[in-house]
């Protein structure tokens, strides 16, 4: 067990609808960040928040937003979904957000969109 | 800019053999490099982390990998593998100016009786 926890672990959703996924980071970690995997694009970075505030964006889509809260859980909102947005999507954590420091993953959440 | 590229998309071996996962990087800074394992239905857990202390890395379960500059690699070994290895490996690259991981496309291990 990591620590992270991830929620839910399954959804499925039809094109066009909006999801929000949440992550609960580890106790006293202050950096979250969201990574999607999927069979064609593999592991991708997609948003780092520290403390609250957006510290690094990857290839996140427009469609997509995210935001750290203040006891540090962070949600991912997913909109106007299409079929390519099926995959895993992946939350870390650690504890500074520093490049050298091991992040921590939750087991993801599996999005299916039909 | 990082990136890593992990040569095999698939690797079998025979339990007890050896184990090379083949991985090459390209950064613009000194990198971090790190090698991840995925067992099916989970998440991602960390193996071992190159941080530019020394070049021989040892990490869980008996893998370790050597940074090599000169080749610009971090092969990921182990020296006997054993059946509970089987799992999706990655590999990843972060730099000192970037605290996000660029990831490998994985490679998979199968471990044959």
């Known amino acids: 067990d990591s620590g992270v926890t991830q929620t839910p672990k399954h959804l499925i959703t039809a094109t066009g609808q909006r999801v929000t996924l949440r992550c609960s980071p580890r106790?006293?970690?202050?950096?979250v960040y969201w990574y999607q995997q999927s069979l064609d694009q593999g592991l991708q970075f997609l948003i780092q928040?520290?403390?609250?505030?957006?510290?690094a964006k990857g290839n996140i889509l427009e469609r997509f937003s995210a935001q750290q809260f203040p006891d540090l859980h962070s949600e991912l909102n997913l909109s106007s979904l299409e079929l390519g947005d099926s995959a895993l999507y992946f939350c870390?954590?650690?504890?500074?957000?520093?490049?050298?420091?091991?992040?921590?993953f939750g087991q993801g959440t599996r999005l299916t969109v039909v | 800019a990082q990136s890593v590229t992990q040569l095999g998309s698939h690797v079998s071996v025979s339990e007890g053999a050896l184990v090379l996962l083949r991985c090459n990087y390209s950064?613009?800074?000194?990198?971090?490099l790190f090698w991840y394992v995925q067992y099916p239905n989970q998440g991602l857990q960390l193996l071992l982390k190159?941080?530019?202390?020394?070049?021989l890395v040892k990490g869980i379960n008996g893998f370790e990998a050597e940074f090599k500059k000169s080749e610009t690699s971090f092969h990921l070994t182990k020296p006997s593998a054993h059946m509970s290895d089987a799992a999706e490996y990655f590999c990843?690259?972060?730099?000192?100016?970037?605290?996000?991981?660029?990831f490998g496309t994985g490679t998979r291990l199968t471990v044959i009786p």
């Open positions: 870390a954590s650690s504890a500074q957000g520093a490049a050298n420091t091991e992040a921590f």
């Open positions: 106790s006293g970690d202050l950096s």
């Open positions: 928040y520290y403390n609250g505030e957006e510290r």
């Open positions: 950064s613009s800074v000194p990198p971090y």
């Open positions: 190159y941080t530019s202390a020394a070049t």
């Open positions: 990843a690259v972060s730099g000192t100016g970037a605290n996000n991981l660029f």
